[in-house]
């Protein structure tokens, strides 16, 4: 009950108005550290009650969160498998997030987008404050802003883009509601995150979704992101897009320009899939089980991939002392 009364103490919700009206909602994480610096860790497509191989990679996100002491922890989206919840009493959250995630160092502020898998649920229990007040740690919506520090996180809700899961469900059953007519929730998504990137004034600017931009993964790059969000993330020079829905780890990405991290390898993976991919760009891409941290500062972001066992695979840094320049470490 003191952690819950805390997150309401410093999580400051609002919504922010502009020029044009501008509805996503923004929230506040504090900076504890002396130095302003943030540490996160970064997990996706994660939620099978601990099969795949989840309770390990939890496990060992525990330690990595313990050595970092970090601030907060992001998850991408696929937080609940095979099809999300039934609802906001559905066992399932326990099972999955809160009797998962139980080391000392991962009581902390979870923010969470939604992943195609939890569309095809209830996704407004994934919403309800119901399940903020079974964990505290529990905070999921479409889309919003996170400020905190230098640092500004642009969540993106990225699955009413794919017009496959409207014109070709296949036998899935997904929960548009809330999203319909399409077209309009798009746009106004759109309008509304380019304003928000263009307001602001962070050091860094983060934009976090669940479908990749750029992947060599199973499901290859989503052509509607290329198409509708990558030319907003372009002009508005982002630093980093972060996503999941390919189970794997990857990091795709030239000098000067927008890094695409994939942290999507919560639980399953080894699917044995690679796409070609220019060499030059594919820093990384590891085919199985793990998660991302990133660790912060005014001059310097640095993230590191850690496998099932803990282990670095990769790592890297952006600095922003010599501009946008990007500096790799294997």
């Known amino acids: ?171 899935h059953t997904y929960d548009w509601s809330n999203v319909l007519p399409r077209d309009k929730y798009i746009s106004n998504l759109l309008r509304e995150l380019d304003l928000a990137i263009k307001k602001s004034h962070a050091t860094w600017k983060f934009v976090v979704g669940h479908h990749g931009i750029k992947t060599a993964g199973q499901h290859g790059a989503t052509q509607e992101l290329v198409d509708q969000l990558l030319p907003i993330l372009e002009e508005n020079k982002v630093d980093l897009y972060i996503n999941g829905h390919d189970h794997c780890l990857q990091h795709i990405g030239s000098d000067g320009e927008i890094q695409f991290l994939t942290s999507g390898g919560g639980s399953k993976a080894w699917r044995g899939v690679i796409q070609p991919w220019d060499p030059k760009e594919l820093k990384l891409y590891y085919d199985g089980q793990g998660f991302m941290s990133l660790h912060i500062t005014h001059s310097q972001t640095k993230f590191i991939y850690y496998d099932i066992s803990g282990n670095v695979i990769h790592q890297s840094t952006l600095s922003k002392t010599f501009g946008r320049f990007k500096r790799s470490f294997l």
């Open 1 to 171: 009950m003191k952690m819950f009364s805390v997150r309401f103490i410093f999580l400051i919700l609002c919504i922010f108005f502009g020029g044009s009206l501008s509805k996503l909602e923004r929230l506040e994480h504090p900076v504890t550290k002396s130095d302003g610096s943030l540490n996160i860790l970064v997990v996706g497509d994660w939620g099978r009650q601990g099969g795949f191989n989840q309770s390990l990679v939890a496990h060992q996100m525990g330690i990595v969160g313990e050595q970092l002491d970090i601030d907060f922890v992001i998850s991408v989206g696929d937080n609940f498998y095979d099809d999300g919840l039934k609802g906001d009493t559905d066992p399932a959250f326990e099972a999955s997030f809160s009797h998962i995630y139980t080391h000392l160092s991962l009581q902390k502020q979870w923010y969470s987008v939604l992943g195609n898998h939890d569309y095809r649920g209830n996704v407004s229990a994934q919403l309800s404050h119901v399940l903020t007040q079974k964990d505290w740690r529990w905070f999921c919506r479409r889309s919003f802003v996170l400020c905190s520090g230098m640092v500004e996180f642009f969540f993106v809700d990225t699955n009413p883009f794919v017009e496959k899961y409207f014109t070709d469900p296949e036998d």
